[in-house]
């Protein structure tokens, strides 16, 4: 059966040559369902199941999807005190399958978004896996980069201000209409940008459904997946992003995107940041610009999505109400950076 975006038979010849003997037989591959940016691929060749990962199909941005970044930060922090998946190999090479991809461990465990989901494990459990969602934060942004060889890993000086143009010229790219609330809150940022702080390790896209989870357990967190946007600059920027996703669930459409925060015992705001400063987080102040900023990211990744289901560019469903968010999104970053949030 054809997979878009996976080419079995050459991913199979790639694969002979980097690892040579490892696999058993042909490869079959299935789309894994939820995501709604890169494409990702569960794989087997009939004795092992693994994980592919490439760029969606048709418009991209130049900056963004960033299989190499995934790939490093990933094989980086293996052995670190942040759960991540074995990686395998990695191919720059878009001639081999169309777009640069990488292969990782398949993590035993369920990337949850909506509070249905949470709803079918309960109050108790839900609470636990929040708080170990916040606790494996905290301890990423206790990471020393240099102590995993992640020294070079991006530029933390100015990261702040360069953020808020990078996420400007994303949404030049990718609008398909007008958004005057963009240009006013990329304005107010650009105008209040906070001094550097000390620099860590930032995921770039933390969130309940970026982790594999077994609810319940000890340990619930088994993976923290989807590394694309992983830099080194102001770890506060994942926190904000943490809370902006918790309220996406409310905002027109964003209950298309990810819910989890209504279910039964998933904790508030305030709970949240308790829970991360007592884990060894750093010090949080002021979050205003930082929700600003996230409520801006999310709102250009989402129109970024719109723009290639209008396109009918997306694989699988759910892309049809995305669009909807990005306007109140918007106008969640012009509320937060103004003091009423």
């Known amino acids: 059966m054809s997979v878009p975006g996976f080419d079995a038979e050459a991913f199979r010849r790639w694969y002979d040559g980097v690892r040579p003997g490892e696999l058993a037989g042909p490869v079959e591959a299935a789309l894994v369902s939820g995501g709604k940016s890169n494409l990702t691929y569960s794989v087997t060749d009939g004795a092992t199941t693994f994980i592919v990962r490439r760029p969606p199909l048709g418009h991209v941005q130049a900056t963004a999807h960033d299989m190499g970044r995934e790939y490093t930060a990933m094989s980086a922090l293996a052995g670190s005190d942040v759960p991540v998946p074995a990686t395998y190999a990695h191919c720059a090479d878009p001639s081999v399958m169309g777009a640069e991809f990488y292969v990782m461990e398949k993590v035993a465990g369920e990337a949850f978004r909506t509070a249905a989901q949470l709803e079918a494990v309960g109050a108790e459990a839900t609470a636990g896996l929040a708080r170990a969602m916040v606790d494996v934060l905290a301890?990423?942004?206790?990471?020393?980069?240099?102590?995993?060889?992640?020294?070079?890993?991006?530029?933390?000086?100015?990261?702040?201000?360069?953020?808020?143009r990078r996420w400007g010229r994303q949404l030049e790219g990718s609008a398909t209409r007008p958004l005057p609330d963009a240009d006013t809150l990329l304005a107010r940022l650009a105008a209040s940008v906070p001094a550097d702080g000390e620099p860590g390790i930032v995921h770039g896209d933390y969130r309940l459904d970026n982790l594999l989870t077994v609810p319940g357990d000890a340990a619930p967190v088994k993976a923290v997946v989807d590394w694309e946007m992983a830099t080194l600059g102001d770890p506060l920027t994942d926190v904000a992003l943490l809370l902006v996703y918790d309220n996406l669930g409310t905002i027109a459409g964003g209950g298309a995107v990810a819910d989890a925060s209504a279910a039964p015992g998933y904790p508030d705001r305030n709970t949240q940041l308790a829970a991360y400063e007592g884990a060894g987080g750093r010090p949080l102040g002021d979050l205003s610009f930082h929700l600003g900023l996230a409520y801006l990211k999310i709102a250009v990744i989402l129109e970024g999505i719109h723009h290639r289901y209008l396109a009918g560019q997306t694989v699988g469903d759910g892309f049809d109400r995305v669009g909807e968010a990005v306007e109140p999104l918007l106008a969640g970053g012009l509320d937060a950076t103004s003091g009423r949030a």
């Open 139 to 164: 301890r990423l942004h206790s990471v020393v980069p240099e102590e995993v060889g992640l020294g070079d890993f991006g530029r933390p000086a100015g990261f702040l201000e360069r953020q808020v």
